[in-house]
């Protein structure tokens, strides 16, 4: 192996076996209590409660640790309701014939439709950027490898990091999304991978029944 600058590890924890067990478990019954939810409250919450999960998504591994992501964490009702509006006229023509019937008939049990108020309603919408070129500093221009795995692993940091806090999410794809390059300031060469919709549920939120209908553990994994 190669010689390279490093450090001990001196951060890891291990914790006894029974121990393990109830971690585990305790972590597997808070995150199934995140849902996708669509009615949210206009209720603020701090920057600095966004701030602290979009750095636990930055602690998240990449290729090459070039770190391809970028998060536009977005306050400001005035750009809030300009990518409400932007969203809203791509998702008319995506349901007005850019999808596919089959496309459609699957996403019918979540009773999804173009209208987005949301988009305007919460307190937080979190653009998340996937760039194709940067390097571990943020300053070079070099290639960045495994983008889309690399983002990917970052927005679950991100969406565990908010739920932890006590924050309900929506994970939001209009597609195309280029209108929040221009919204958010952002380069053309960066792609748009995600919108997160973060805050407080509305009173009276709810979740559709197919959304908590989960595959259970051997239709997801296999032991060989």
Not at 147 to 165: K, M, N, P, Q, W
Not at 187 to 194: A, G, Q, R, S, V
Request: aromatic share 10%; glycine share 6%; charged share 25%.
């Amino acid at each position: 192996m190669k010689d390279h600058d490093s450090r001990p590890l001196s951060d890891f924890i291990e914790y006894p076996a029974a121990e393990m067990t109830a971690r585990s478990e305790a972590f597997y019954q808070d995150i199934k209590r995140r849902h996708s939810i669509r009615q949210f409250s206009d209720r603020p919450v701090a920057r600095v409660v966004i701030e602290n999960c979009i750095r636990a998504a930055g602690a998240a591994p990449s290729g090459a640790n070039h770190q391809p992501w970028f998060f536009s964490a977005i306050s400001d009702p005035a750009t809030r309701l300009k990518i409400r509006l932007a969203a809203e006229e791509e998702e008319r023509a995506f349901y007005a014939g850019r999808a596919s019937e089959e496309w459609l008939e699957a996403l019918d049990p979540l009773g999804t439709n173009q209208d987005k108020p949301y988009l305007a309603i919460a307190p937080w919408l979190i653009a998340i950027f996937a760039q194709r070129r940067g390097g571990p500093s943020g300053d070079e221009d070099l290639k960045n490898y495994y983008v889309s795995e690399s983002v990917g692993i970052a927005t679950g940091f991100l969406i565990a990091g908010l739920h932890h806090a006590g924050l309900a999410t929506l994970t939001h794809t209009p597609n195309p999304m280029t209108f929040l390059n221009e919204i958010c300031g952002r380069p053309k060469d960066e792609k748009p991978y995600l919108l997160l919709v973060v805050g407080y549920p509305a009173d009276g939120a709810s979740v559709p029944d197919h959304a908590q209908i989960k595959k259970p553990l051997e239709k997801i994994s296999s032991w060989i």
